[in-house]
């Protein structure tokens, strides 16, 4: 089955870039999105189609696919980015989220 | 505005069925959108439990096929979830969202999430 890899955790100073990376086989042919959650809230996403930036999500959220690997770049990180991040993907008519990386800003 | 709110019984018996219960606002069920239902654990990542589509078509997690199933009420604008044979492992915080169809595949709008507690 296919299945999403994330680091558990990763950390960053303020003003720092923070990059949070997903993989899985043949990623780089899916449309992959990233998920922003914060204790006691439902996830938002940050990302879409790899690349593509909601509407009221800060210019400092970008995104990149290729390969086997997505990555979630925050440049600039601010105190606020902490948080959980998940990736998702879908394959063969079913959704796949990644395990989850806790970003931790210090 | 989408808007998603579930609703549903808190707690339920081991062994028991779970049923849940997504209203939607601002848009119609009947869009192109799927309507999905995700699950946390406390403490844990987030599971893709499945999905429903205008005219009834659904999409499960494999790991959960045999025990769910997901159905839409049109009339009503809403969506539900049926998990039987439940264990202590289902309990969890459950979402109702709204998938963005082909090919975006990402969830748009989430409701708030409800608790269900399975204990004996």
């Known amino acids: 089955s296919f299945e999403l890899t994330q680091p558990p955790s990763v950390s960053v100073s303020p003003g720092q870039t923070a990059r949070i990376t997903c993989s899985g086989d043949e990623l780089g042919e899916k449309y992959v999105a990233w998920y922003q959650q914060k204790p006691g809230q439902s996830p938002v996403v940050v990302i879409h189609q790899d690349n593509k930036r909601p509407s009221g999500i800060p210019e400092r959220f970008s995104g990149s696919n290729s390969g086997t690997t997505a990555t979630l770049t925050i440049s600039g990180t601010q105190a606020m980015d902490d948080g959980d991040y998940y990736c998702?993907?879908?394959?063969?008519?079913?959704?796949?989220f990644g395990g989850g990386t806790k970003l931790t800003v210090l | 505005q989408v808007q998603l709110q579930e609703s549903g019984t808190g707690l339920v018996k081991t062994s028991g069925t779970l049923s849940l219960i997504c209203a939607v606002s601002?848009?119609?069920?009947?869009?192109?959108?799927?309507w999905s239902w995700v699950r946390q654990p406390p403490g844990k990542g987030l599971e893709w439990i499945g999905e429903?589509?205008?005219?009834?078509?659904?999409n499960y997690n494999p790991s959960l096929k045999t025990r769910v199933t997901i159905s839409m009420d049109m009339s009503k604008n809403q969506f539900s979830l049926r998990l039987t044979s439940v264990t202590a492992a289902d309990t969890a915080v459950y979402f109702c969202?709204?998938?963005?169809?082909?090919?975006?595949?990402?969830?748009?709008?989430w409701g708030q999430g409800t608790l269900v507690t399975v204990s004996s």
């Open positions: 969202a709204s998938l963005a169809p082909s090919p975006q595949y990402f969830f748009d709008s």
């Open positions: 429903i589509y205008r005219g009834g078509k659904t």
């Open positions: 601002g848009v119609s069920v009947n869009n192109n959108n799927w």
């Open positions: 998702q993907a879908w394959e063969s008519s079913t959704v796949v």
